[in-house]
């Protein structure tokens, strides 16, 4: 440039002086395009709220590259509505607020150049309840999603993958017309770059976890409940699990609930009391939303870590026979404190399995090379893992809002309070689980109907591996007067 | 002045240039090889992640990318669980197994120490998590196993840049420069390494395997440093318990299997170390006595389930007149080696050490402020004391027999197949559970008719009456 210029004649020296400016312009138009190019796709800005409970409910952990987009996610059941069981999301058993568009536990965060969808906490930790079966759930966060159905949900996203119409040219104006208003640019990364990198996604997790969540052999976790631990082995450590023996991938476990947290600080956590640092409990946890110790927003975490501390146990929403609780009082200070109440010396510490002797897939598949496993989780970071443990049994619980946490025992094998102060032989055999209809009678939900409000609901069998309603006899042999005094009691916890 | 001017510009240029160079300099070095001591205070945190020098060359793998490689190739190692397939004694919370290290070489490197093959573990039963015995023989770890899994990594394809920074991006952000040096020089240079080592170690691909619990010990010195030709001497033999090793020496006992080595503890600790791959110009001599003078005094763990203490009274009568010549403290033969001739155990691993190597061991440290002078050819092997014997089947040198009551029968009465490595302990039979389904699917299967197998002589005792044999096996578990 500079040498043609100086080779340049006098009379020529426009023509290139022009020349010049429009190569200048260019560049410089470049440059500013590649920083416009640069800062769309490079920004990171999560949806934020201030409320602490909206925070919860819809805030981003920073676990979007593990779900779908949001467009594509809302297009997904409008393309493939035979995959769910029934009308839209909400036939998984998602929570939808009046007026919201996303249903809770579901966070929206812009990151590399799109809207990006991801789970949160309250996916798998807000719960609904019903009084009547005509009346409209009510919502109560931080308890256990008792009616939702997260195995459906992960099916629902495989089989669309496996669809031959997950395609661009099907998908974008599925997207458009459900109101993505896409740029060029957009339409060009959805086309060219996304929805294929999402698909191929989606069938690498289903290849993954295929052996937990698309196997026969495997009997399936139902309405509320999860294989807590497998999915770990299957994507944070990529364990070949078509070779893990199955009774392994046996293990499914109602959702805990989550309030409360600040007494449960030193106690053995999780069904088979595995780790006693709440962190650890919560950094795992998020791992389970799809975040990574790179991508988790540490921040956001500990917004709600913070919270949930304090957050108070919801109260029992019907009446109390005071006079009967009171009797039942003393019933429980004797039979269960020691092992339930935070003040009991039992608390937090684990029974073995030949003690308590409820079912033993859930203790067997948290297995001892997982512990170790997860020590090498969170490597290079100040909060790596050193707290988790095998365990030889199941740990004792508080039981600060029981009555929001039926089904009961770890894997949610006997529905009401009432069935479980029985022995095992006259708990139900057979029930259905994940209607939100409350049982006020019997203190747990409405478990003998199998569908209702167009849903269907998880016809639970305790002769299933994993679903064993055995042991925990304790209080089995009160007399009726007193097991009804102890479940008004409990009532009030 | 213009020339003035030129000049400074030349050396301002020059100047910063310089400082460039320094500063890249600094940054490589402080990146690349600024090392780090790493220091246990407690002698047994010490002897279990303490270096011995491994770090250097040889095995050393980058610790996020060993993190990552059974994440990446899975199919590599025995069966789900990771390193934990392997083997590993693993404590949890701890970031690596017992027996790898993590020093930082300007990046954290892992390497092996004494541990890795001198730590045991036990389990009451299959869902129980197992009990760590350090200083035991790990006869459940596979070696040969571990690699071969960072051979068959290394040679794949996949162990390039992209696939390992990609499998490292979502666990930890190593920085944009760091990444660089993974890029290109870590990881080709961890490649080309495990690939050496590799070819190093191709002599052991034509003989049978080692299994689990079993090491061919001198073999690869022989043939990776003491420059004797590979033969086809097959040296697999179990590894061995390294507690309580004062009365050992203060009695001027044999070390080793075949006894090739007597007199100093320190000729036996620096040449195991050489045998780990660390180089005589590396080793940490001071660590090594660290760990020399922690051995003399490791415990003996007792057994840990029941002894009926009037049987194995019984049995100890048993004992001093058909065992304890050879293997009691104060017998007259113990620690001394027995003609094979005598003996009758399978004599392969006695054959794979040879006079030559004898020779080369003796003068290969003679530069060195350390040297060599005990290392000998036997013809037979040690009888070694039975401290702790409940803990170090299976038995005899090459682990071919299962339990100390199968050792008890003649050898066609021995199991002629079982499984070896599972860590659940049968505590009728005093070794581990080598049979049955569990055993099979974590074991590793040894057949005694697989050379260097056999599970032929050491006969004393077979002809015991039943009543005599099961006291003296209770006896057994009290040493």
Same mark, same amino acid.
């Not at chain 2, 006695?350 to 003796?362: K, L, Q, R």
């Given at each position: ?42 920004? !990171?800005? *999560? ?20 779900? *779908? *987009? ?45 809207? +990006? ?7 798998c930790h807000t719960g609904t309840v019903r009084d009547t079966p005509?009346s409209?759930p009510r919502i109560y966060v931080g308890m256990p999603a008792h009616q939702f ?34 740029? *060029? ?37 139902g309405l509320g409940r999860v294989?807590t ?17 199955? !009774?392994?991938?046996?293990g499914p476990a109602d959702y805990p609930q989550i309030w409360n947290q600040a007494p449960r600080e030193g106690l053995y956590l999780h069904w088979d009391g595995n780790n006693n640092s709440v !962190?650890?409990r ?5 791992? +389970? ?19 949930l501390r304090e957050f108070p146990p919801p109260e029992y929403p019907y009446d109390i026979d005071r006079s009967l609780a009171a009797e039942g009082e003393p019933i429980y200070q004797t039979l269960c404190a020691d092992c339930h109440d935070f003040d009991g010396s039992r608390i937090g510490t684990t029974i073995p399995l030949d003690t308590i002797g409820t079912d033993p897939y859930r203790l067997h598949?948290y ?22 443990r095998?365990s030889d049994g199941y740990a004792c619980q508080a039981l600060d809002g029981i009555w929001a946490r039926a089904p009961y025992l770890h894997n949610g094998s006997v529905p009401t309070l009432r069935d479980l102060l029985e022995p095992p032989e006259n708990r139900p055999a057979v029930f259905y689980r994940g209607y939100d209809l409350y049982d006020r009678e019997n203190v747990g939900f409405v478990s003998d109907v ?7 609901f998880f016809r639970m069998e305790r002769t299933v591996?994993g679903n064993d309603n055995g042991g925990h006899l304790y209080g089995t042999d009160l007399s009726p007067e007193k097991k009804a005094a102890l479940i008004e009691y409990m009532k009030t916890l | ?19 460039? #160079? ?25 002897? /279990? ?31 789900? #669980? ?19 290290? /993590? /020093? ?7 390497? $092996? ?226 003609? $094979? ?38 013809? #037979? ?7 702790? $014997? ?90």
């Amino acid at each position: 440039m500079n040498d043609a210029t100086v080779r340049g004649t006098r009379s020529d020296r426009p023509r290139h002086g022009r020349r010049r400016w429009v190569l200048i312009a260019v560049a410089v138009v470049l440059v500013l395009f590649g920083a416009y190019l640069a800062r769309r796709f490079t920004r !990171d800005s *999560p949806v934020v709220y201030d409320n602490i409970v909206e925070h919860y409910k819809y805030g981003s952990l920073g676990s979007e590259a593990f779900s *779908p *987009p949001y467009w594509v996610w809302k297009a997904l059941p409008v393309m493939f509505p035979e995959y769910l069981p029934g009308e839209g999301y909400q036939s998984l058993g998602f929570v939808y607020e009046e007026g919201k568009d996303l249903p809770i536990g579901f966070s929206r965060r812009r990151l590399n150049g799109l809207d +990006g969808l991801g789970l949160n906490c309250a996916f798998c930790h807000t719960g609904t309840v019903r009084d009547t079966p005509e009346s409209a759930p009510r919502i109560y966060v931080g308890m256990p999603a008792h009616q939702f159905d997260i195995q459906g949900y992960f099916k629902f996203l495989f089989d669309a993958a496996l669809d031959q119409r997950f395609t661009p040219d099907q998908m974008i104006p599925v997207m458009e017309s459900l109101g993505a208003d896409f740029d *060029p640019i957009d339409r060009a990364f959805y086309r060219y770059v996304v929805i294929n990198q999402v698909r191929l996604g989606l069938l690498q997790a289903r290849d993954r976890l295929s052996a937990i969540i698309v196997n026969d052999e495997v009997p399936p976790w139902g309405l509320g409940r999860v294989d807590t631990f497998n999915p770990y082995k299957a994507l944070q450590l990529n364990y070949p699990m078509h070779e893990v023996p199955v !009774d392994e991938l046996i293990g499914p476990a109602d959702y805990p609930q989550i309030w409360n947290q600040a007494p449960r600080e030193g106690l053995y956590l999780h069904w088979d009391g595995n780790n006693n640092s709440v !962190d650890e409990r919560n950094l795992g946890a998020a791992l +389970g939303t799809g975040a990574t110790p790179t991508s988790l927003d540490y921040a956001s975490l500990d917004r709600i870590d913070t919270w949930l501390r304090e957050f108070p146990p919801p109260e029992y929403p019907y009446d109390i026979d005071r006079s009967l609780a009171a009797e039942g009082e003393p019933i429980y200070q004797t039979l269960c404190a020691d092992c339930h109440d935070f003040d009991g010396s039992r608390i937090g510490t684990t029974i073995p399995l030949d003690t308590i002797g409820t079912d033993p897939y859930r203790l067997h598949n948290y297995t001892y090379d997982l512990t170790v496993n997860q020590a090498t989780l969170y490597a290079g970071m100040p909060w790596r893992f050193t707290h988790w443990r095998k365990s030889d049994g199941y740990a004792c619980q508080a039981l600060d809002g029981i009555w929001a946490r039926a089904p009961y025992l770890h894997n949610g094998s006997v529905p009401t309070l009432r069935d479980l102060l029985e022995p095992p032989e006259n708990r139900p055999a057979v029930f259905y689980r994940g209607y939100d209809l409350y049982d006020r009678e019997n203190v747990g939900f409405v478990s003998d109907v199998p569908e209702a409000n167009g849903r269907e609901f998880f016809r639970m069998e305790r002769t299933v591996p994993g679903n064993d309603n055995g042991g925990h006899l304790y209080g089995t042999d009160l007399s009726p007067e007193k097991k009804a005094a102890l479940i008004e009691y409990m009532k009030t916890l | 002045m213009a020339r003035h001017g030129k000049h400074r510009r030349w050396w301002v240029a020059l100047l910063i240039v310089l400082l460039i #160079g320094i500063a890249l300099g600094y940054l490589l070095w402080s990146r690349l090889l600024r090392e780090e001591p790493l220091h246990y205070e407690a002698e047994l945190d010490n002897f /279990k992640y303490g270096s011995i020098g491994t770090e250097a060359e040889g095995l050393r793998v980058p610790f996020w990318i060993w993190l990552v490689m059974p994440r990446i190739f899975p199919e590599y190692l025995p069966g789900p #669980g990771g390193y934990v397939s392997l083997g590993f004694a693993w404590e949890e919370g701890h970031e690596l197994p017992i027996g790898l290290t /993590k /020093k930082v070489i300007g990046q954290p490197l892992v390497g $092996i120490n004494c541990a890795l093959c001198h730590t045991a573990t036990v389990r009451t039963d299959k869902y129980a998590k197992p009990e760590i015995y350090v200083t035991g023989p790990a006869h459940q770890f596979d070696t040969q196993g571990y690699f071969r899994f960072l051979f068959a990594s290394a040679s794949d394809p996949r162990f390039n840049a992209d696939n390992i920074l990609a499998a490292i991006a979502p666990n930890y952000d190593m920085g944009f420069i760091d990444r660089m040096l993974y890029r290109y020089i870590l990881i080709p240079q961890t490649r080309k390494g495990l690939l050496e080592f590799q070819q190093e170690m191709s002599w052991m691909d034509d003989r049978p395997e080692w299994g689990r619990g079993r090491i061919d010990p001198f073999n690869p010195a022989k043939f990776r440093y003491l420059g004797i030709p590979v033969d086809d001497t097959i040296g697999n033999a179990d590894n061995m318990s390294v507690w309580n090793m004062g009365p050992k020496v203060q009695n001027g006992y044999h070390y080793h299997w075949d006894g090739l080595l007597d007199g100093p503890l320190q000729e036996v600790v620096l040449s195991s170390a050489l045998g780990d791959s660390v180089t005589p110009d590396t080793l940490p001599l001071d660590n090594l006595e660290r760990i020399q003078s922690f051995l003399m005094n490791a415990p003996v763990p007792p057994y840990p389930f029941d002894v009926d203490e009037e049987l194995a009274s019984a049995g100890a009568q048993v004992f001093l007149n058909n065992c304890a010549d050879c293997h009691a403290i104060g017998g007259s033969r113990t620690g001394s080696v027995i003609p $094979i001739e005598e003996v009758g155990t399978d004599r392969h691993r006695m054959d794979s050490w040879t006079e030559a190597s004898v020779t080369a061991y003796n003068s290969y440290a003679d530069e060195y402020s350390w040297s060599f002078s005990h290392f000998q050819k036997n013809e #037979g092997y040690n009888a070694t004391l039975l401290d702790g $014997i409940w803990l170090r089947g299976p038995y005899l040198h090459n682990g071919s027999v299962p339990s100390l009551t199968d050792l008890l029968e003649p050898p066609q009465s021995r199991p002629q197949v079982f499984w070896r490595g599972y860590d659940v302990y049968d505590q009728e039979r005093i070794g581990f559970v080598t049979q049955g389904e569990d055993a099979e699917r974590y074991g590793w299967r040894l057949d005694v008719s697989v050379p260097g197998n056999s599970n032929s002589g050491h006969l004393y005792g077979t002809g015991l009456t039943p009543e005599e044999k099961r006291s003296l096996v209770e006896y057994l578990k009290t040493l």
